[in-house]
């Protein structure tokens, strides 16, 4: 089912927007998998700050950080905030695995879509976003992670229940959207909630997109 509101917001987007550099470096899963734990509840700027860190001093591969000392991790991550709990994330994904899974998240990427999602959810720390961003990402699997942005600016634009939770939100939209434009639908509703439909003050007078929001002005 396609919408077409909901099409012509995502040509607008297309249009007024460039997909960020950050898009082109998401390939590797277990790197998208470490970048991504770095990144919960972290602003961009120390995600990146962080996980430079980290793979300048470790590889980024389950064997290296498996091995690593966990205050190592834990020093090179700090800049992301929450980084004891994130590291032992980082150490339960390499340890599980390389014990369950040879080493390769292959297994689980070649899953069916909910198959892999449950297998990745598996993983102490990671809900579904994580698993959702690895999974579009470094798989190409049919799936639109759901972050803080996507969150709020699909509700805002009517793309989403008011009170819908990540399940309601994520299918919502894969409804509203062919899944080729998964991946632009996630980066460019992020985008737009960074630069313009911001949390607290968004610039509803300036939006490219406001003729077509039902919700226009109503935010402060
Ligand atoms: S009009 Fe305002 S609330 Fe609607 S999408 Fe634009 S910035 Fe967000």
Redesign the pocket.
């Known amino acids: 089912m396609t919408d077409n509101r909901a099409a012509t917001v995502l040509q607008i987007l297309k249009q007024t927007l460039a997909l960020p550099k950050w898009v082109k470096g998401k390939n590797d899963p277990f790197e998208t998998l470490i970048v991504t734990i770095i990144s919960q509840n972290t602003a961009d700027r120390n995600t990146v700050k962080a996980f430079e860190n980290l793979s300048n001093k470790i590889e980024i591969t389950p064997e290296a950080l498996e091995k690593a000392p966990i205050s190592q991790i834990e020093s090179a991550i700090r800049p992301a905030g929450l980084y004891k709990s994130k590291t032992q994330t980082i150490k339960q994904a390499a340890t599980t695995i390389l014990e369950k899974y040879h080493g390769t998240l292959q297994p689980i990427l070649t899953l069916p879509l909910e198959d892999a999602r449950k297998a990745l959810m598996q993983f102490q720390g990671v809900g579904p976003k994580t698993a959702d961003v690895v999974l579009l990402f470094s798989a190409k699997q049919a799936t639109v992670p759901v972050d803080t942005h996507v969150n709020r ?1 699909s509700k ?2 009517g793309f989403a229940p008011a009170k819908g939770a990540y399940e309601d939100v994520r299918k919502n939209l894969q409804l509203l959207f062919a899944p080729s434009d998964y991946l632009a639908v996630h980066v460019l509703l992020i985008e ?1 909630g960074r630069k ?2 911001k949390a607290r003050h ?3 007078n300036t ?1 490219q ?2 003729v077509y ?1 039902p ?5 402060g």
């Open positions: 600016v805002r634009l737009h313009t439909c968004p610039l509803c939006c997109v406001s929001c919700t226009k002005g109503q935010w």
